[in-house]
């Protein structure tokens, strides 16, 4: 999403530029573009056992999840948003003739009042760079906490991040700039500890993605979105490791599968569950990837090892922004010691 400039400020202020960044129509094309996301919670929403349900859509912006919910049949979709893009909305859900089945609220979270006591289920796209990036899920946890029934069902109900090896990098590119060497341009851009959001090759990848962080989402409390996770990437391809690479998945099972035993009543035995993945091996999504460069590169082979642990944790006054620590070591595949022990530190 939109990347704001760093500074000393309140935790005031950085809400306000936060949600003002969603003021403007561009961030909602570009969400709305991206198919994969897109498509992902439409299918998972529009499901039989959403009929008659009352549902909350947080951060609704254009209202096209309450859209969905609403057209899958929920008895009522109730729709938050602490920006501008809410008049917007307002008009979408007019023009569609869906006033009498979505309440459009212009709220946080955290704050704002429903006309009911609680919701069955929940619905959020939260989701921000390195999946944690600007700090959405706190708002969901609360809300969670606060409105969702017993037996509610969080859409989506689980999360995961991967990390991988890469031999890609951008700095790479000074190196042979029309037959110059460039490279001191390169080693000034790598020195900057900002993490790289884009496009990774698949082929640049020296290993393949594992899981290091798992969120179950109908019970996560905000202390578990800072942490330090352990790792292991066994390198299987020759190459240079230049960077690390992190995507992310949300889970949306079926309402038994994830212990909503409310919505569950209403599901078929068949219902599906859909799972919308991020990672370079995968189709891109507007959330690309999260590129972490190293400044310094090790040759790697196969059978070799990084291993090593990651830490998040979020940063400044507003906490939107992300810390990111990865301390590896390489060893050979007969024990010999490749790179002792590292320790970079990004933001996102």
Known sequence: R????????????????YFGSYDGLGIHHTMLSDRVRTDTYRD??????????TALDIGCGTSILSLFAASAGAKHVYAVDASEIIGH????????????????????????????ARVEVIISEWMGYCLLYEAMLPSVLAARDKWLAPGGLMMPNRATMQLSASSYSEVAFWDSVYGFDMS??????????????????????????????????????DDDLDFTSPFRLDISTVGQLRSFVTG??????????????????RASATSPSFVLKTGCHE?????????FHLTESVAVTPG???????????????RRDLDV?????IAAADGTVRAAERTQIWQV
């Not at 992310?248 to 009543?265: R, S």
């Open 184 to 221: 001191n341009i390169g080693a000034a851009s790598g020195a900057d500890k900002e993490a790289d959001v884009l496009i990774v090759p698949s082929d640049s990848a020296l290993s393949a993605e594992v899981t290091f962080k798992e969120i179950d989402i109908m019970t996560a409390k």
């Open 44 to 53: 998972a929403i529009q499901q039989p056992w959403m009929r008659g349900c």
């Open 248 to 265: 992310f998945e949300t889970a949306f099972d079926e309402p038994g599968a994830a212990g909503a035993y409310a919505v569950a009543e």
């Open 2 to 17: 939109r990347r704001g400039r760093r500074g000393h400020t309140t935790a005031e202020k950085v809400d306000e530029g």
């Open 325 to 329: 620590s990865i301390s590896y070591t």
């Open 304 to 318: 070799d090892v990084v291993a090593g642990k990651i830490s998040i944790a979020r940063l400044g006054d507003g």
């Open 89 to 116: 909305a307002k008009e979408v859900v007019r023009r569609n003739g869906l006033e009498d089945r979505i309440t459009l609220l212009r709220g946080k979270a955290e704050e704002v009042a429903l006309p009911v």
């Open 283 to 291: 189709p891109p999504t507007h959330w690309k990837q999260t590129l």
